[in-house]
């Protein structure tokens, strides 16, 4: 069955890196895009990113451009998001979920019901 697993969340200080991961089982991953979410206390799901199935294009919400970077590597079944120069702001929990695509093959970040993984947690804070 398809299942999305999200890791790499933790505390880190404003200023700090992290990288999350999203790994699937029970589907091949490259017929799929994919797209990286969050949910801050007392605010709504907010798309963050996603990417094409193969890669070639991403798309950014403007509260992260510039300071995050979407992958994949569909042999390991992972995409992962690379976040550098974390804010405060940043704090939340964040989801990974298969999106829809348009007819060229560009991702949109619009999520398929029922494919989150359970979420990891990101917390930055001094």
């Known amino acids: 069955q398809l299942q999305l697993v999200e890791s790499g969340g933790g505390l880190v200080q404003p200023g700090g890196s992290l990288r999350l991961s999203c790994a699937a089982s029970?589907?091949?991953?490259?017929?799929?895009?994919i797209g990286w979410f969050r949910q801050a206390p007392g605010k709504e799901r907010e798309g963050i990113s996603c990417?094409?199935?193969?890669?070639?294009?991403?798309n950014y919400a403007d509260s992260v451009k510039g300071r995050f970077t979407i992958s994949r590597d569909n042999a390991k079944k992972t995409v992962y998001l690379q976040m550098n120069s974390l804010k405060p702001e940043d704090t939340a929990v964040y989801y990974c979920?298969?999106?829809?695509?348009?007819?060229?093959?560009?991702?949109?970040?619009?999520?398929?019901?029922?494919?989150w993984g359970q979420g990891t947690q990101v917390t930055v804070s001094s």
């Open positions: 990417i094409s199935r193969s890669g070639g294009s991403t």
């Open positions: 979920a298969v999106v829809l695509v348009s007819v060229q093959a560009m991702c949109v970040m619009r999520p398929v019901q029922g494919s």
């Open positions: 029970g589907f091949t991953l490259d017929y799929y895009a």
